[in-house]
């Protein structure tokens, strides 16, 4: 009995390590807009997992009719200029089903200083994920928020 306890807590505590730990450092900065803080990274470097090097800062805010923004900081927490990203981007939301992981893609739009897309009703289940991709001088970054509820 002792072993199969044993057992279970081992795969169980796997699940904090979901979505390969994290992507890039772990920032101790407080969000600008009340939102979460995430590090952006290369694409590229997404199987690094926390020792992806960090390139900027990302905000995501969530409205309560599904409406997400994400905001960009220099690596200080200042804002950063957007001219040199593409006017779209994606998002790809990550919900957790019985047989694995469901991933939704929606299109991100730059609209001044954030970028703004909005979630689809009624196929969130909680935690969440939602990885963004958006494009600078043709090289893909992402910021991935991790364990949302």
Known sequence: MKILILVLAVALSTSIWAHDGGHG???RDAPIHGGVLAPVIHAENAKLGRNAPLIY???LLRS???TI???LYTAKMKP???SKFDKKGRAVLETKTKSGWEERELELTLSGNTFVGKLPKGLIRKPYNIDVFITENRKTRLVAFDNLD
Do not use: I, Q
């Open 80 to 82: 950063l200029e957007l």
């Open 64 to 66: 309560d009719d599904g």
């Open 57 to 59: 800062k990302g905000e």
């Open 69 to 71: 923004r994400v905001y």
């Open 25 to 27: 450092p772990r920032l």
